[in-house]
């Protein structure tokens, strides 16, 4: 088996550069970032494919190496997902986390037959009151917030409004130099805002939104709170092919906690 690793680039239709790191050999695997993420946090993942994959590893538009335009728009990031397929032959597998799972669900339903399946990793819909709902003003508020200047507070905004960390632990959290790391981005928090939309509001899905007729898997990790499995349930409904799953022993940390477990179920699923 032949594994190339190397650093490339194509350019969106917008004409945004994205940047992605390529591996491996075998049928195309696009791997869909989470917010505050760029390709290095699941380089391990990655790694697990290479060796049934051609893996596409990229850094999100604002992210990393990528480059951006204005006005942002959801469908631009489409667009993102719809230059790196073309670019790997013209059809892929696709595979999302948290807000990324969200974003890859998205590709699929507007790209149609050039996404072979889709594998979602707890996408995080709050579809009941297993949790609090994020404020209809989530995305405003951040806006205002980077307004100001105050990446610091975007993110610890993030950290509590969306993620639901308690209060008391964003302390600790600032000390980690990841804090710093995610402040650099923190601009992009407010496109993952305007993909989850109003998934976020404690409300059922939206019965309409997505049209995909392809094998999903809706994964939620073992450990992970109620409120991600019933999203991943309550999505599942609306999906002509869906199939919801649990992982043992994980939580929401899987892509960086545990890239070897995730990617051989992942694997399982796409070449099964």
Do not use: C
């Amino acid at each position: 088996m032949e594994s190339i690793q190397s650093l490339n680039s194509v350019i969106s239709k917008d004409g945004t550069k994205i940047s992605y790191e390529k591996q491996g050999a075998g049928p195309a695997l696009i791997r869909v970032a989470a917010a505050a993420a760029d390709h290095t946090d699941a380089e391990q993942l990655a790694a697990g494919f290479a060796g049934q994959f051609t893996v596409y590893n990229y850094d999100r538009r604002g992210r990393g190496g990528s480059n951006e335009a204005s006005p942002y728009a959801v469908d631009r990031e489409v667009e993102d997902i719809q230059a790196l397929i073309e670019e790997a032959g013209g059809s892929a597998f696709l595979f999302g986390s948290s807000s990324g799972a969200v974003l890859a669900l998205e590709a699929a339903s507007k790209l149609g037959n050039v996404v072979n399946k889709l594998f979602l990793y707890e996408p995080p819909f709050i579809v009941d009151d297993s949790r609090p709902a994020v404020s209809p003003e989530y995305v405003d508020h951040l806006n205002r917030l980077l307004a100001e200047n105050d990446q610091s507070g975007a993110v610890e905004y993030f950290m509590t409004e969306a993620v639901g960390v308690p209060g008391e632990y964003i302390g600790f959290m600032k000390a980690d130099p990841s804090w710093e790391n995610m402040a650099l981005i923190v601009h992009t928090l407010v496109y993952d805002g305007l993909i989850m939309d109003s998934t976020q509001s404690g409300q059922p899905l939206p019965a309409d939104r997505w049209k995909v007729n392809i094998p999903v898997s809706v994964t939620s990790g073992e450990n992970s709170p109620p409120f991600l499995h019933e999203a991943s349930k309550a999505l599942v409904g609306l999906l002509e092919q869906g199939e919801y799953r649990t992982l043992a022993g994980q939580d929401h940390s899987a892509v960086m906690m545990a890239p070897e477990v995730l990617a051989g179920e992942i694997s399982r699923y796409f070449l099964g």
